[in-house]
């Protein structure tokens, strides 16, 4: 019997870069597409699994941004074991469709469309017209898709295309036949019946000027009508569309621009300083007491009755609690302490974006000591450092455990961001919307790990980002993002000085911890805390690793961060940024246009300031040595000069 062609996956990797909607290959050759959240937790003949419980965990403060019920952890695969008495959750698999769905054949040039079910032998598919002929020949599926910037996706548009029309009648055997040639025009499609013949020259050519995505894709195939997006849902399911008429934009289906994973991490925050009461809830917030709590609570039980309820159910695991302890954090969990946004004064006329004020919380908790289970955190002090630290840092804070939590809530296509709303975004994984967003849910996975805090001394900095000098260091930066906004679609924000130098030490510290501890470079991950608000300010920078195997890791960031070994780190970081092996080109490319991602760099390249984009929430932009240590032509611009 065919089999399905399939391939190992890791769990983290279901979130990012593999989510929903993706397209992966596995071993064999296959091109698929991750099936949507409807097809997850499914046993192979599409019955619920015995126990989704298990995959459930809550993080408050992502389920309060987010609109969802809880989280789910993605299953891992486990073989059926004949010797134990559980074998619950046994082979559980993630689904995916086979696509594009169009193949062609490198023998004869047959170019022919299968179903996304096909299985084939070992996955691939014989070519029929070969067969025909008694010749052995697989069919391998066409590099190219189409897709558009809502988010749809389809197959290329091969008949429409030869036929330069968007409702074609002829019904012939195409072919695609390559000429020899590197480029697209030496690739073209040929009609057997009609004989029409068109190469691909230009089907990937984007006019981002106009506004669109693609006219050429659109227009070209007819001259009277646009061939627009038909809503093409390929991820969930072969017969999934919805009404669109945005621009198609073809492409290679390997192309990075394909599928951009929206991702929303956190620091997990104790919903209180109590640790016996964070223990208890902590144990009702997870399976498999919340799991009655949110049933109970939909029948609209109180408070009384949910915690009689619970004790009955469950005695062992709260034996340990009394009656009005249950209460108390049965009361936190479903009606108090909501995520505690920062209530800026009003007169300032400053409106911070969601992501800013979402973290001033985590900005406010890391600036103290905690000995929580989740979060355990201890004060550097001062005093003994070296004077390079209490210059120009407030704290350092090092933080020996911390909980992050990272989700999938949507994916972009063509663009890293777009004008779609989170809810949205969030329904283009779902088949069949949820009416109730609060009763849904998200892939997601916890990892658990150490860093270090720095906050930065902002007296200092205040002074220095109002220089004249250090304005007109970052202006060319900030003209050249106002460019990319407008033509990729991206967010309006704000570029300061203050956020270039964070990001940039945040660099080079990451880059010279790699030497110091042994962590390799795409361990370490930043996370910046940065507002200008001059009311509420923020300028600190979290450098931290976090791995999901096991909870927390071994110690070896922490203790850089205390006295005698941070000095010579942050010492040795500063004086490599001085001189990268690509100056003086490095430092005058900054100077003149920019370079790096969108050249939304200043003096920062693969040499001296960048790090792996895993490691970076900027995508390696928005960096400048100068800002740090000064330039060739102004060497007392840099924060760090004196």
């Known amino acids: 019997m065919p089999s399905n062609p399939s391939g190992p996956v890791r769990r983290a990797q279901l979130i990012a870069p593999f989510g929903v909607g993706s397209m992966i290959t596995v071993p064999g050759g296959t091109s698929l597409i991750i099936a949507g959240l409807d097809y997850w937790y499914k046993n192979r003949d599409g019955t619920d699994i015995n126990d989704p419980e298990e995959f459930k965990f809550e993080e408050w403060r992502l389920q309060n941004l987010l609109g969802v019920s809880h989280f789910r952890e993605p299953p891992d695969y486990r073989d059926h074991n004949q010797f134990r008495n559980d074998n619950l959750n046994t082979g559980i698999t993630i689904p995916a469709f086979r696509f594009p769905t169009w193949h062609f054949c490198p023998d004869c040039n047959l170019l022919k469309q299968w179903p996304m079910f096909t299985r084939g032998r070992a996955g691939k598919i014989l070519c029929p017209e070969c067969y025909s002929k008694k010749k052995t020949r697989y069919m391998f599926q066409v590099p190219f898709i189409a897709m558009c910037e809502v988010g749809h996706l389809q197959d290329f548009p091969w008949r429409e295309w030869v036929h330069k029309s968007t409702h074609p009648t002829c019904d012939g055997d195409l072919r695609l036949i390559a000429t020899g040639s590197a480029t697209l025009a030496g690739h073209k499609v040929v009609c057997d019946k009609c004989k029409e013949e068109r190469t691909l020259e230009g089907i990937t050519i984007a006019n981002t000027a106009s506004g669109r995505t693609s006219t050429d894709l659109s227009k070209k195939l007819s001259s009277t009508e646009e061939y627009l997006c038909k809503g093409f849902r390929p991820w969930l399911g072969p017969d999934c569309y919805e009404p669109c008429n945005a621009q198609l934009k073809g492409s290679l289906r390997s192309a990075s621009n394909v599928y951009f994973a929206q991702i929303r991490s956190s620091i997990y925050l104790p919903r209180t300083k109590d640790n016996n009461l964070q223990e208890l809830l902590n144990l009702l917030e997870n399976p498999p007491c919340s799991t009655l709590v949110k049933t109970l609570h939909d029948l609209k039980a109180d408070i009384e009755m949910i915690c009689q309820t619970l004790k009955s159910y469950h005695p062992r695991l709260l034996a340990p609690y009394t009656h009005s302890q249950i209460e108390s954090a049965l009361k936190v969990i479903l009606f108090g302490e909501q995520q505690r946004s920062s209530k800026l004064d009003q007169s300032s006329g400053i409106i911070e974006d969601e992501q800013t004020a979402f973290r001033r919380s985590e900005y406010e908790a890391l600036k103290m000591e905690r000995n929580d289970l989740s979060l355990q955190i201890k004060t550097g002090n001062l005093t003994n450092y070296d004077s390079i630290v209490p210059t120009y840092f407030t704290r350092v804070m090092l933080v020996n455990k911390l909980q992050e939590t990272r989700v999938l809530t949507?994916?972009?296509?063509?663009?890293?961001?777009?004008?779609?709303?989170?809810?949205?975004?969030?329904?283009?994984?779902?088949?069949?919307?949820?009416?109730?967003?609060?009763?849904?849910?998200?892939?997601?996975?916890?990892?658990?790990?150490?860093?270090?805090?720095?906050?930065?001394?902002?007296?200092?900095?205040?002074?220095?980002?109002?220089?004249?000098?250090?304005?007109?260091?970052?202006?060319?930066?900030?003209?050249?993002?106002?460019?990319?906004?407008?033509?990729?679609?991206?967010?309006?924000?704000?570029?300061?000085?203050?956020?270039?130098?964070?990001?940039?030490?945040?660099?080079?510290?990451?880059?010279?911890?790699?030497?110091?501890?042994?962590?390799?470079?795409?361990?370490?991950?930043?996370?910046?805390?940065?507002?200008?608000?001059?009311?509420?300010?923020?300028?600190?920078?979290?450098?931290?690793?976090?791995?999901?195997?096991?909870?927390?890791?071994?110690?070896?960031?922490?203790?850089?961060?205390?006295?005698?070994?941070?000095?010579?780190?942050?010492?040795?970081?500063?004086?490599?940024?001085?001189?990268?092996?690509?100056?003086?080109?490095?430092?005058?490319?900054?100077?003149?246009?920019?370079?790096?991602?969108?050249?939304?760099?200043?003096?920062?390249?693969?040499?001296?300031?960048?790090?792996?984009?895993?490691?970076?929430?900027?995508?390696?932009?928005?960096?400048?040595?100068?800002?740090?240590?000064?330039?060739?032509?102004?060497?007392?611009?840099?924060?760090?000069?004196?």
């Open 410 to 642: 949507g994916f972009t296509r063509v663009f890293p961001e777009n004008n779609l709303s989170q809810t949205r975004r969030q329904q283009l994984m779902w088949r069949i919307p949820v009416e109730d967003p609060s009763k849904t849910w998200l892939p997601a996975y916890k990892v658990f790990g150490e860093g270090i805090f720095f906050e930065f001394n902002e007296d200092k900095l205040r002074k220095w980002e109002i220089r004249d000098d250090v304005r007109t260091r970052v202006k060319p930066l900030v003209d050249r993002y106002q460019e990319l906004q407008i033509n990729r679609r991206l967010r309006n924000r704000q570029i300061s000085p203050r956020f270039i130098l964070i990001h940039t030490f945040a660099h080079i510290i990451m880059n010279q911890l790699t030497f110091e501890c042994g962590y390799s470079s795409a361990a370490l991950r930043e996370r910046l805390f940065i507002s200008s608000n001059p009311d509420f300010p923020m300028s600190g920078v979290l450098i931290y690793t976090a791995d999901g195997d096991s909870e927390g890791t071994m110690g070896g960031l922490v203790r850089m961060g205390k006295p005698g070994y941070l000095e010579p780190v942050i010492q040795k970081a500063l004086m490599s940024a001085k001189w990268c092996s690509a100056d003086p080109i490095c430092m005058e490319m900054g100077r003149l246009k920019g370079q790096g991602p969108d050249s939304c760099n200043l003096a920062a390249c693969h040499n001296c300031a960048l790090v792996p984009e895993t490691a970076c929430e900027e995508f390696n932009r928005f960096l400048d040595r100068g800002l740090l240590v000064g330039s060739v032509d102004n060497p007392t611009l840099g924060f760090f000069t004196d």
